[in-house]
């Protein structure tokens, strides 16, 4: 099988973010690295065929404008240079406040009244932003699916295998149009591998606003979705219900996926303008777990 059969469609999390051409460039500089790193020789094949990387910009919908990259430009070179976190990045991705942190966002996944109550900024803004689109206000929510919708179409085409990145608020987009797709539109598609990156997908927050939240049994999942593959970081807040193969093992044994695998001890160590953000998109793309994955269905006829 070569490469030009194999797509892999990256779908963003909220906020803004930079134009697309800059932010495909600099996932895959993350990508590629990270496979150099953990599976030179798929590294060396990826190389030789750039464009099965696409995107799915769907914020550009969502916010009036795309994000300054150059903020970030620091912290992403700092990424590509160092072969892993440095001893201060693992110590503060473990620190005590971030137990005390993960507390108060459970209550809140509980009890959402609470949301305002949230001391992070950027935390609070994202789960007002996550509400916009469950709420699907204006429609905004149905424009998402049906741009992201195409995106997945565009990427599966004859007889492509398709890896599914879906990275935060992105994975829950995602889990939403894949069942829209399956159980709406009785898609022949299927996507090989889903993977999702600190995905909130098992909050219940979350899971009680999905499209097949109401369907009967088996009904509530999509089922166009071979394996899934779950990762998060150590000191993630976002992804507060880590293991999905606990939440969804209704999708096992019902025999809608083949397997379901978490993975929620990787370290992501980018520094951007306000210190160590371990939820940030192109830390996880460079993780050599993430990479692996890759590898793993890469190789695979």
């Not at 150059?70 to 990424?79: F, K, Q, T, W, Y």
């Not at 609070?124 to 149905?142: F, P, T, V």
């Amino acid at each position: 099988m070569n490469g030009g059969e194999r797509t892999i469609l990256y779908i963003p999390g909220i906020k803004p973010k930079p134009p697309a051409s800059v932010h495909r460039k600099n996932l895959w500089r993350c990508l590629h690295e990270g496979l150099r790193r953990a599976s030179p020789d798929v590294a060396a094949e990826l190389a030789a065929d750039p464009d099965c990387l696409h995107i799915a910009p769907w914020p550009h919908l969502f916010y009036p404008a795309p994000s300054d990259p150059r903020p970030d430009e620091p912290g992403l070179e700092r990424l590509l240079s160092l072969p892993g976190p440095e001893a201060q990045d693992l110590e503060e991705a473990r620190h005590w406040h971030k137990s005390v942190q993960r507390f108060g966002y459970l209550l809140t996944d509980a009890f959402p009244f609470l949301i305002d109550w949230i001391l992070n900024p950027g935390i609070k803004e994202a789960m007002h932003d996550s509400l916009i689109y469950l709420r699907n206000e204006g429609g905004i929510a149905s424009r998402v699916r049906e741009f992201v919708r195409g995106a997945i179409r565009d990427a599966w085409g004859e007889g492509r295998r398709v890896l599914v990145i879906a990275h935060s608020m992105g994975s829950v987009i995602a889990f939403d149009v894949l069942w829209e797709l399956s159980r709406q539109q009785h898609s022949p598609l299927r996507v090989d591998t889903f993977m999702t990156l600190a995905s909130p997908l098992g909050l219940n927050f979350m899971r009680h606003r999905l499209l097949g939240r109401h369907a009967p049994g088996a009904e509530r999942y999509p089922d166009n979705i071979r394996r899934w593959h779950n990762l998060a970081a150590v000191g993630d807040l976002i992804p507060l219900q880590q293991r999905l193969a606990k939440d969804y093992r209704d999708m096992l044994e019902l025999g809608l996926v083949e397997e379901i695998v978490d993975e929620v001890d990787l370290h992501n160590y980018f520094r951007g303008p306000h210190g160590l953000n371990v939820h940030k998109c192109y830390g996880y793309m460079i993780n050599q777990q993430v990479a692996a994955g890759i590898a793993r269905w890469w190789r695979e006829e």
